[in-house]
């Protein structure tokens, strides 16, 4: 059950093997701009769905989403109470997080001026990115400790802030804190340590110097090699297949998407952003029963329709990135035309045609990738968005 390492493997996809020369990739390129930036107790309007990247290159290297792209927090039709529900989620139901934060005691513990020193007082020259959360500055810490350095020396970190938004954001800000406080992999990204001083309440990360997954899709002129998007399909991967099967405590994402992939130097794919990650059924239980919260276009639809989450749910919107990156379109895209809105439904019936599958692949790799290689990963991503969820991978 879940999507195992061994569906993407490296050599059937011929990762490297791409035709033609690689195109130098514009990483320094900086494109948006925040329209807005306050720093009075919190920063910038609230939004209804955490999605701020923790890294980036620059301030206008950040990313913001439309509201209505979120489905956090709908009741799902129709969802009765279950003893499958999560033991996390009820943990997470009181804003006193003292005995809940027990968990995390291997985390380093920042105190609010140190971090209001690590961020240059939160400067707007060190915003990284904002999101329904709160804001995200780039700062440099002590390698060994919380107190900040001077730039370019110890520990490049993340410093993420919480909108003062009411007990939601307080939740999420404690499931990153439980579970990437416990959780340690590659392809996860590093939680260093947190902040809870009154209602104050930050997280510091690992920065990832290549920002997100979608930023390098769809807002950079020059498209991702062949061989860099399987690299990172493979990473992203790998990190769910941990959480699914490897962790000590099974979990499930809930949130995978192209924003919540971050990328560090060399490509590498780290899951971040796990606010509404959910402890996995145990025993006999074979679904969580919760709210429905996540983005439109990447819930599963079984998920959608009964609030019944499983592992299968991760691994559908597992297939919808993965064909986001292959297309080179967004999963939603509200700006094409009738019947080309939802990446999915558009996609369905080419994925099942050998002969027509190369009118899917991105036309901007300009026919440089393997054949061979882009009908397996059709493959891989029509099986993650079979309409039966029964189906194993």
């Given at each position: 059950?879940?999507?195992?390492?061994?569906?993407?493997?490296?050599?059937?996809?011929?990762?490297?093997?791409?035709?033609?020369?690689?195109?130098?990739?514009?990483?320094?390129?900086?494109?948006g701009?925040?329209?807005?930036?306050?720093?009075?107790?919190?920063?910038?309007?609230?939004?209804?769905?955490?999605?701020?990247?923790?890294?980036?290159?620059?301030?206008?290297?950040?990313?913001?989403?439309?509201?209505?792209?979120?489905?956090?927090?709908?009741?799902?039709?129709?969802?009765?109470?279950?003893?499958?529900?999560?033991?996390?989620?009820?943990?997470?139901?009181?804003?006193?997080?003292?005995?809940?934060?027990?968990?995390?005691?291997?985390?380093?513990?920042?105190?609010?001026?140190?971090?209001?020193?690590?961020?240059?007082?939160?400067?707007?020259?060190?915003?990284?990115?904002?999101?329904?959360?709160?804001?995200?500055?780039k700062?440099?810490?002590?390698?060994?400790?919380?107190?900040?350095?001077?730039?370019?020396?110890?520990?490049?970190?993340?410093?993420?802030?919480?909108?003062?938004?009411?007990?939601?954001?307080?939740?999420?800000?404690?499931?990153?804190?439980?579970?990437?406080g416990?959780?340690?992999?590659?392809?996860?990204?590093?939680?260093?340590?947190?902040?809870?001083?009154?209602?104050?309440?930050?997280?510091?990360?690992?920065?990832?110097?290549?920002?997100?997954?979608?930023?390098?899709l769809?807002?950079?002129?020059?498209?991702?090699?062949?061989?860099?998007?399987?690299?990172?399909?493979?990473?992203?991967?790998?990190?769910?297949?941990?959480?699914?099967?490897?962790?000590?405590?099974?979990?499930?994402?809930?949130?995978?998407?192209?924003?919540?992939?971050?990328?560090?130097a060399?490509?590498?794919?780290?899951?971040?952003?796990?606010?509404?990650?959910?402890?996995?059924?145990?025993?006999?239980?074979?679904?969580?029963s919760?709210?429905?919260?996540?983005?439109?276009?990447?819930?599963?639809?079984?998920?959608?329709?009964?609030?019944?989450?499983?592992?299968?749910s991760?691994v559908?919107?597992?297939?919808?990135?993965?064909?986001?990156?292959?297309?080179?379109?967004?999963?939603?895209?509200?700006?094409?035309?009738?019947?080309?809105?939802?990446?999915?439904?558009?996609?369905?019936?080419?994925?099942?045609?050998?002969?027509?599958f190369?009118?899917?692949?991105?036309?901007?790799?300009?026919?440089?990738?393997?054949?061979?290689?882009?009908?397996?990963?059709?493959?891989?991503?029509?099986?993650?968005?079979?309409?039966?969820?029964?189906?194993?991978?």
């Amino acid at each position: 059950m879940g999507l195992g390492p061994d569906a993407l493997n490296a050599g059937a996809w011929n990762v490297g093997k791409s035709k033609g020369k690689k195109k130098k990739d514009d990483e320094d390129e900086m494109t948006g701009c925040w329209m807005k930036f306050r720093l009075m107790g919190g920063c910038m309007s609230s939004r209804t769905k955490v999605d701020s990247s923790t890294s980036g290159t620059s301030t206008q290297d950040a990313e913001s989403k439309c509201t209505n792209d979120s489905i956090k927090d709908q009741p799902a039709a129709p969802v009765a109470s279950s003893s499958t529900t999560s033991n996390t989620e009820s943990t997470l139901s009181t804003p006193k997080a003292a005995e809940e934060l027990k968990v995390a005691s291997q985390l380093r513990k920042f105190t609010f001026d140190e971090l209001k020193s690590v961020t240059k007082n939160f400067r707007p020259v060190n915003l990284l990115g904002e999101g329904g959360f709160g804001c995200v500055f780039k700062g440099w810490i002590d390698e060994n400790g919380t107190a900040p350095v001077k730039p370019g020396t110890g520990l490049a970190v993340a410093v993420k802030t919480l909108n003062h938004d009411g007990l939601q954001g307080h939740k999420e800000w404690l499931a990153e804190v439980i579970y990437l406080g416990d959780l340690l992999h590659p392809n996860l990204v590093k939680l260093y340590g947190y902040c809870i001083e009154d209602d104050q309440r930050l997280l510091v990360y690992e920065f990832m110097p290549r920002g997100s997954l979608e930023n390098h899709l769809f807002r950079r002129s020059l498209p991702l090699p062949w061989s860099i998007r399987m690299k990172i399909a493979l990473g992203a991967a790998k990190g769910l297949a941990f959480l699914h099967e490897e962790a000590e405590r099974p979990v499930i994402y809930r949130d995978f998407k192209t924003s919540n992939i971050l990328l560090d130097a060399d490509y590498n794919a780290k899951l971040s952003d796990f606010g509404l990650a959910k402890d996995a059924p145990e025993g006999d239980k074979t679904h969580v029963s919760t709210r429905v919260m996540g983005t439109y276009g990447y819930a599963a639809p079984e998920y959608v329709m009964t609030g019944h989450l499983t592992s299968k749910s991760d691994v559908y919107s597992f297939g919808v990135v993965l064909l986001e990156m292959l297309v080179g379109r967004r999963s939603m895209d509200k700006n094409r035309p009738n019947g080309e809105v939802n990446l999915v439904e558009w996609a369905r019936p080419h994925l099942g045609d050998r002969r027509r599958f190369y009118r899917l692949v991105d036309p901007r790799l300009e026919g440089r990738f393997s054949i061979k290689g882009a009908q397996k990963a059709l493959q891989l991503a029509a099986r993650c968005l079979s309409r039966d969820p029964k189906l194993d991978l």
